[in-house]
Structures are given as C-alpha cells and as structure tokens.
C-alpha cells in the first residue's frame, strides 16, 4: 500500500473525529530539477502561486475528504513546521500533539493511526457531564 493510499484510508476512517487539511509545499522533485523516476506527475518548480495552485489541483484529487490549502512562495508554513518532504501532524485546540518525522523516511501513518484511535476510544470512554446550576 502506499503512502497516499494509506493515508486517504486514514482519512475515511477517522472522518467522524478529525478533520484533514493537506497543506501542499513547494515541489520536492520537479520535473526540472531533482528528477524522481517514480513521480506520479511531471510539476516543474514552481515560479508563482499560480504554479503553486496548479499542482495543488492534482493533490486535490488524490485526498477526497480532505481540505488542500497552498504554502506561500516564501514557504512559510513549510518552514514554521518543518514538513519537507512530507510530514503529519495533529492539531488539537490550536496546540500540536503530534508531530511525525520527516517523510520520506520518517513518515509513520500507522503513529498517525494510533493516536487517532486511541483519542476516539478516550472520547468514547470519557464521562463527561456538563450541569447547569
């Protein structure tokens, strides 16, 4: 199974406690430049946010049920999160509780798995109560 396939597999699992965002970077092989032999497209690197957009489209179309926003030209979200190549996180209240390591070889979609599994089965088991006085 591959990465996005497992990961789009994730998303439909856990659709009902976690919203997905996929937040595309500037291209870590382009078509000119670090060639990757096993590139499912050929994206040259990206001169504007035009270009940016563009490939995010293709993105799009691999992760249904998720949400694909795009990094600036000045790639600050890769910068502030250190995802290059790829990474996962998990988000709660505003607050990372997950950080997975640096794809390719970092890149753990089991860990992600895991800790989402074991937050519905905590959501699950909490007794929570809310009383009006």
């Known amino acids: 199974m591959t990465r996005l396939s497992a990961f789009q597999r994730v998303v439909r699992q856990y659709a ?3 919203d997905f965002l996929v937040v595309y970077i500037e291209e870590a092989h382009p078509s000119d430049g670090w ?3 096993d590139a ?3 994206i040259p690197k990206h001169r504007c946010l035009e270009d940016r957009l563009r490939a995010a489209q293709l993105m799009l179309a691999e992760v249904p049920g998720s949400n694909v926003v795009v990094d600036n030209m000045d790639n600050e979200s890769n910068a502030a ?3 290059y190549f790829e990474r996962l996180y998990i988000v ?3 607050r990372v509780v997950y950080q997975g390591g640096r794809g390719p070889e970092g890149y753990r979609i089991s860990e ?6 074991q937050y519905r089965n905590d ?9 009006h006085v």
């Open 123 to 131: 959501r699950m088991n909490s007794h929570t109560a809310v009383l």
């Open 112 to 117: 992600l798995r895991n800790w989402l599994e």
């Open 35 to 37: 060639v990757s032999s």
């Open 40 to 42: 499912p497209y050929q």
């Open 16 to 18: 009902d406690i976690a």
């Open 81 to 83: 999160y250190g995802a």
């Open 92 to 94: 709660v209240d505003e």
